[in-house]
């Protein structure tokens, strides 16, 4: 009986000697929500991004990226970073944080940037810094937004009803709009008949009829398989959208500066990255959505302009002058 408690005894010993140290958490976590499809260029270079900081922190920041609305929609990830309950967000301008702060929508302006190159100088430069500034100065937001803005391009409609090759013929189509009062008054004031859902439910509403068309830019329509159920592709080009990451507050302010420092150099790293990547994505699309069955059309950007004096007027005096000056900077004059 000695003997087997004894032999029991080492067993158990020996059985504690090769236990492996749980691994050390990190010293602050966090997770990062966006509205994308898990292809999107946003998420790959995020997850990138959130790796390399994790990796040059030595571990004690690690923030997992969360795609696809798998955290709730827009309005409900926004809530949740100005709550504290999510530490990070991809958030578009004009389709969300305008919703608490107008003025974030201005960079989506219908029918203003004429390229990639003349957005990013816009958002990059004076503009883009006067904006951010607003919203980071403004405390009840508890919002830290960051430059270096990731694309998400020039959005484009789409339709299942008719083509759409001028103005004109976008009279009385349904058309799927993000929740954003900018986007309504564009398409309200073209002659469309815009209908506000968030992304997750873009799908089904095309799929249903619910909705005619829908805008986006041409990455969007690919990875979310839009071109399922849509067989008209206009490539209008009416709004440019970025992307800025934004974080809670008093959660940003928590962090140590050197883990401050590695984040938003890697955010600049990884933005130029996803810029590029989005930007040559958006200009080899159309024809692979024409192979996939769309029938794209070249439409009169001008005809839309045309209709654009009381749209511009509104806006202006909604944005004020000191926004819309520092624009036409980089755009010239707007109306």
């Known amino acids: ?17 090769i236990v492996r140290a749980p691994a050390k958490a990190a010293q602050f ?7 994308t499809p898990i292809e999107h260029p946003i998420n790959v270079r995020a997850i990138q991004m959130f790796n390399a900081i994790k990796a040059e922190t030595g571990g004690r920041l690690e923030v997992k990226v969360f795609p696809n609305n798998s955290l709730g929609g827009n309005p409900a990830m926004l809530q949740q970073i100005r709550t504290g309950a999510l530490e ?26 004429k390229d990639d190159a003349m957005a990013f100088r816009a958002m990059d430069g004076a503009f883009g810094e ?6 980071n100065d403004k405390a009840e937001l508890n919002i830290t937004i960051f430059g270096h803005e990731f694309e998400h391009g020039f959005r484009q409609i789409t339709t299942s009803s008719k083509p759409i090759h001028a103005a004109d013929d976008l009279a009385g189509v349904k058309l799927r709009t993000p929740v954003s009062k900018i986007w309504t008054d564009l398409f309200q004031t073209l002659g469309a008949s815009p209908i506000s859902l968030n992304f997750a439910e873009v799908y089904v509403a095309l799929q249903t009829k619910v909705a005619d068309g829908q805008e986006n830019p041409l990455v969007v329509i690919e990875v979310a398989r839009l071109f399922e159920v849509q067989r008209y592709l206009s490539l209008t080009s009416h709004m440019w959208a ?7 507050a008093q959660y940003w302010k928590a962090l140590p500066k050197d883990i401050q420092d590695v984040v938003e150099r890697n955010l600049a790293k990884y933005s130029t990255l996803q810029r590029a990547d989005t930007i040559n994505l ?21 005809s839309f302009k045309k209709k654009l004096g009381p749209y511009y007027a ?3 005096n909604e944005f004020g002058q000191t926004a819309w000056s520092l624009l036409e900077q980089y755009t010239g004059k707007i109306g």
Do not use: H
């Open 282 to 302: 958006n200009n080899s699309l159309a024809d692979k959505l024409r192979r996939q069955g769309m029938q794209v059309v070249n439409p009169d950007r001008d």
């Open 29 to 35: 976590q966090g997770k990062c929500g966006t509205d």
């Open 242 to 248: 970025g992307y800025n990451l934004i974080s809670n």
């Open 88 to 113: 990070f967000m991809m958030a578009n301008g004009a389709g969300t944080i305008a919703n608490v702060f107008p003025l974030a929508g201005m960079e989506s302006l219908g029918f203003v940037f």
């Open 314 to 316: 509104r806006w202006k």
């Open 130 to 135: 006067y904006v951010r500034k607003q919203i």
């Open 1 to 17: 009986m000695k003997r087997k408690r004894f032999v029991a005894a080492g067993t158990a010993f020996a059985s504690i000697g």
